[in-house]
């Protein structure tokens, strides 16, 4: 069967090519129906010739909630009333803790994450953060550190570096002109994009993603996806909205795996050699069709749980991921 125009077009990735967003935009408009396994097997293709094998990552809510800032997709946020556990930072043994486990558990890259906007000057709750970094590269240095802490300065950016820092997530999660109006207004994605810069400019290593399902365009996502490649992170991590009650979201639809594995597999052939992993909503939302997107052209998943949601186990998806190196 002939592929579609748009698809065989987009085949030049292959080649060495780099997807216009014009040709983005025309998958995104044009390709549908069967013609989206078609799309799917490309991605897959181009993560199998360009990218890594799968791998894990695991994550810790080490300070969850009573955030000021106003994300609307977000539970863990003051503006909103969510019900979700809140309590302060947690103590470095008990991250160590965490850390052994994910460790323990044939993961490799633990991620450290707190609510709140950031730490632009060194204050005791930041220094107690450079000692548990300090306390976690002392006992497992196996695992290789990715922070997750809000805007910083380029002191603090650099205190990190310093303190083993090897990964710094900070996600643009939507299309960089809309981001006040889709995601917040409390800080703006200039901070954000100057917080990554800053840690580049020390050696850090940047994770840089988004969240689709908030109710923005197709133009958007490639322009998402367009803002991550030009920011050259190492990592994406990519969102699937799970509306939580309480959150100005609560009432979006959930999106269809046929329009979730569009989205990951554009994605895919707009950045052929990144980390793409499947974050939020691979079990709760997609369920079923978690295989189907894992080959949409992502080749990394965050395992064991998120900030405020649980996750499918460790072991399962161990078995998962060696599943998926077969394809």
Known sequence: MQLHPAIENAARVL???????????????????????????????????????????????????????????????????????????LEPDEVLDAARRARDNG?????????????????????????????????????????????????????????????????????????????????TIEEKIQTIRYLQEFGVTICC????????????????????????????????????KGTPLEERPILSPEEVAKTFAIFRLINPTLMLKFAAGRETVMKDFQGLLMLSGLNGMITGGYLTTRGRSVEDDRRFIEQLNSF
């Open 209 to 244: 993603g988004g969240i689709i399902g908030l109710g923005e365009s197709w133009s958007d996502r490639i322009d998402m996806a367009l803002a991550v490649r030009e920011i050259e992170p190492e990592g994406v991590p990519l969102n699937v909205l799970l509306p939580i």
């Open 107 to 187: 993961v490799d890259a633990f991620g450290y994450v707190t609510s709140g906007y950031g730490y632009r000057t060194v204050t005791p709750e930041f220094q107690k953060i450079l000692d548990t970094l300090d306390l976690l590269h002392a006992e497992v240095p196996e695992l290789k550190l990715c922070v997750s802490i809000g805007i910083l300065s380029r002191e603090t950016a650099e205190l990190l570096a310093k303190h083993h820092t090897w990964r710094y997530n900070m996600n643009l999660q939507t299309n960089p002109a809309r981001y006040a109006e889709l995601i917040a207004d409390t800080h």
């Open 15 to 89: 080649d060495g090519a780099t997807l216009s967003r014009n040709d983005a935009l025309r998958l995104a408009e044009e390709v549908s129906g069967e013609d989206i396994l078609d799309l799917v097997s490309l991605a897959n293709k181009v993560r199998k010739k360009f990218a890594a094998p799968f791998t894990p990552c695991s994550i810790l809510n080490a300070k969850s909630g009573v955030c000021a800032q106003n994300c609307r997709f977000c539970a863990q946020s003051a503006h909103y009333h969510t019900g979700i556990e809140t309590y302060p930072l």
